[in-house]
C-alpha cells in the first residue's frame, strides 16, 4: 500500500498551501495557481506519467546497454472543459542523446506504455497518449565505455 501525508502549512489568510510528504519521507509543496508557490496537483499528474516512463525507459535501455548520454522527456496535456476536468489528450516526447539503437528506444518506449508505467495505464482510461522520440547522435569515447562497465 502507498501512503501520503499533506498538512496545510498556514491556517491563517485564503491560503491553500500543502506540505506533502510520500511514505517514504520525501516532501514537496503542492498549491493552487493563485497561491503559486508549488506545483498543482494536475500539474504533478503531468510530471507523474514523464516521469514513470522516463524511470522506464532509462533503465531499459542501461540493460540493453545503450550508451545514452542525455535524455529529456517534455510533457504536456490536455483536459475537458467541464468538471472534473480530466485529461483528453497527452503528448510525450522522449530526446535522448549518445549511441542509442533506434529499435531499442522503441522497444523501451513500448514496453513503457503497455506494461510498466502505472500512471500512463491510469491516464489512458481518459486521454490518447502520443509519444514521440528523437535521438541525437554523440559518439562515446571508447574509454567512456570502459569506465562505465
Known amino acids: 500500500m502507498l501512503t501520503g501525508r499533506l498538512r496545510l502549512a498556514t491556517v491563517e489568510g485564503e491560503g491553500r498551501q500543502f506540505v506533502a510528504q510520500s511514505g517514504s519521507g520525501h516532501a514537496l509543496v503542492i498549491d493552487t495557481r493563485d497561491g503559486n508557490t508549488g506545483a498543482t496537483p494536475v500539474e504533478l499528474v503531468v510530471l507523474a506519467v514523464g516521469a514513470c516512463t522516463a524511470i522506464d525507459v532509462i533503465g531499459i535501455l542501461r540493460k540493453k546497454r545503450q ?33 542509442i539503437a533506434r529499435e531499442a528506444v522503441e522497444r523501451a518506449i513500448h514496453l513503457s506504455e503497455t506494461k510498466y508505467c502505472s500512471v500512463g495505464a491510469m491516464l489512458a482510461r481518459t486521454a490518447s497518449i502520443e509519444t514521440t522520440y528523437e535521438i541525437i547522435p554523440e559518439f562515446v569515447p571508447e574509454a567512456a565505455n570502459e569506465g562505465a562497465r
Request: proline share 3%; glycine share 6%; no cysteine.
Open 67 to 99: 550508451q545514452v548520454m542525455g535524455y529529456e522527456v517534455m510533457v504536456s496535456a490536455e483536459q475537458q472543459e467541464e468538471y472534473p476536468r480530466v485529461f483528453t489528450k497527452v503528448k510525450i516526447h522522449h530526446t535522448l542523446r549518445g549511441t
